[in-house]
């Protein structure tokens, strides 16, 4: 390398130290070769008489020349190789963007459509099932058809810049509060309907912890983890969210509609007392102890009971055995609703969301309406009796 001269500087980085050491010697050898044959024809015969020193000057340039050449091809040989390489790169990266933008194939789409129906058949469950699977069939499942025809038009670079704004959420800036795990959650909604959670207020003994993507809860006394509500929901967990809100909000309304009905129940049972006070009422005997009988119908029976709140027994007005029936008819009736005013005074929202508490309240309030159809069909209440009840 003295002999001819150095490599460039740039040729360490523009080649691994091996191939520049590789390409030195090759060089080298090359200027020596051209060396060799510009001595060769320098000695030859010649019109000017030359004398030793012009000869091996004009060795040394033609092997000079050589060695220039050699590195000069080297380095148009390099510069090819990596264009081929970039363009085979770029080639390769709209080739991976464009198999990202394919939308899900014929076979992929009844995969997932029998996959989401299972034994249900389409049901509206199914198809947010099939839409979810479809969103994460692929990276840009969420686009349509005409963005993901943009982005390829407009190649790797900008198609990615155009995807990342198509898919950024755009939320609202009104938050609004639902009931998510039964905790009242303050919540923004994007365009496409996935949700954003902003805050959340803990049950009563319960504390809140920021993880970052998601905010758990855990008991205050026994650290215990008790749920979590993700930061970012998407569309189908929102929608599912939203529909449990509304189911809540649907047994609320019936709760209040029963209680309504247990409260024109209190308005009925106060209207038979004031007749009871009016002298409505009579003393009759019951194989299960005396009772005030109103000669009104439809009017409740009501138990003799002393001090100790056990039933009186004792002589009074026999009735035929159809009106000691109306009579148990009447109190069973009463009984029931008692059962039912008691739970549904107890029952809270919370216990909305609670299949056993809901089990409860509803087993009580079909007995009360069999107890008061069986009044009915004992003469002992009357159509509009019924109809309140």
């Known amino acids: ?23 030195r010697r ?18 030859g015969p010649s019109a000017q008489k030359q004398n030793i020193g012009q000869i091996i000057g004009q060795g040394l340039m033609a092997g000079q020349q050589a060695y220039r050449g050699a590195m000069q091809q080297a380095v148009q040989d ?8 970039e363009a085979a790169k770029k080639r390769q990266r709209e080739e991976a963007f464009n198999r990202m933008l394919m939308g899900p194939t014929a076979e992929q789409q009844t995969a997932m459509a029998g996959k989401a129906m299972g034994t249900e058949g389409p049901t509206a469950a199914a198809a947010d099932r099939m839409q979810v699977m479809q969103q994460q069939a692929t990276p840009f499942g969420s686009l349509s058809a005409e963005q993901r025809a943009v982005a390829r038009i407009m190649g790797p670079e900008a198609g990615s810049k155009f995807l990342g704004e198509q898919l950024k959420e755009k939320f609202s800036t009104t938050p609004t509060t639902v009931m998510i795990d039964g905790r009242p959650t303050l919540v923004q909604f994007s365009e496409t309907g996935a949700m954003k ?10 504390e809140q912890v920021d993880q970052g993507d998601r905010i758990v809860f855990r008991n205050k006394l026994t650290g215990t983890i008790t749920g979590e509500i993700k930061k970012n929901i998407p569309p189908a967990e929102a929608k599912r969210i939203m529909l449990d809100e509304q189911r809540l909000q ?6 209040a509609m029963e209680g309504q009905r247990v409260g024109m129940e209190g308005q009925r049972l106060n209207l038979a007392k004031g007749e009871f006070e009016r002298g409505a009422y009579r003393i009759i005997d019951t194989d299960k102890g005396q009772m005030y009988v109103s000669s009104i119908p439809g009017m409740p ?3 003799i009971t002393d001090q100790t709140g056990q039933p009186v027994m004792g002589a009074a007005s026999k009735i035929s055995e159809a009106q000691a029936k109306q009579v148990i008819g009447a109190q069973n009736t009463v009984n029931a609703i008692k059962e ?32 008061a159809k069986e009044a009915y069909n004992l003469g002992v209440l009357n159509g509009p009796d019924l109809a309140i009840i």
């Open 250 to 255: 649907l047994e609320g309304r019936r709760v």
């Open 197 to 206: 959670t902003v805050n959340a207020s803990p049950l009563p003994n319960e």
């Open 26 to 43: 090759e060089a080298q050898n090359q200027g020596l070769l051209g060396a060799g044959i510009g001595l060769l024809m320098a000695s």
């Open 301 to 303: 029976a009501i138990p």
């Open 1 to 23: 390398a003295r002999l001819f001269g150095s490599q460039p500087s740039y040729m360490g980085q523009l080649m691994g130290a091996e191939d520049a050491e590789r390409l």
């Open 340 to 371: 039912f005013r008691d739970s549904l005074s107890g029952f809270t929202t919370t216990d909305a969301a609670n299949p056993a508490k809901r089990a409860d309240i509803q087993l009580k309030y079909r007995n009360m309406q069999l107890q």
């Open 78 to 85: 390099r510069m090819m190789g990596l264009q081929l390489e």
